[in-house]
């Protein structure tokens, strides 16, 4: 009984959670429903906004900013093996 109910539990809970979310979201539009103009505010609009914003001003980054980042740490890397390399290597075994 007990090991039935622990395999069927994230059944359970994933259809709590479904509810739930289902619940809010149905609760937020009756709320903007009911009264859209304490909804519809410059605030709101500001609060909306600044993640879109966030989010298109770094697409470019992302395009040309990481690569060329990621390409100057190639070239210091490959500037240090190149260093290490051409320092004489210490006879540490000798016969």
């Given at each position: 009984m007990l090991l039935r109910l622990v395999l069927s539990s994230p059944?359970?809970?994933?259809f709590i959670l479904a509810v739930y979310g289902l619940f809010l979201i149905v609760f937020t539009f009756v709320k903007i429903f009911?009264?859209?103009q304490s909804f519809t505010t410059l605030d709101n609009l500001r609060a909306f906004a600044l993640p879109v914003l966030l989010t298109l001003a770094?697409?470019?980054f992302l395009y040309m900013g990481f690569p060329r980042f990621s390409g100057h740490k190639k070239w210091l890397i490959d500037k240090s093996i190149q260093k290490r390399t051409?320092?004489?290597?210490?006879i540490v075994f000798q016969e």
């Open positions: 059944k359970i809970f994933s009911n009264d859209p770094y697409i470019p051409n320092e004489k290597v210490p």
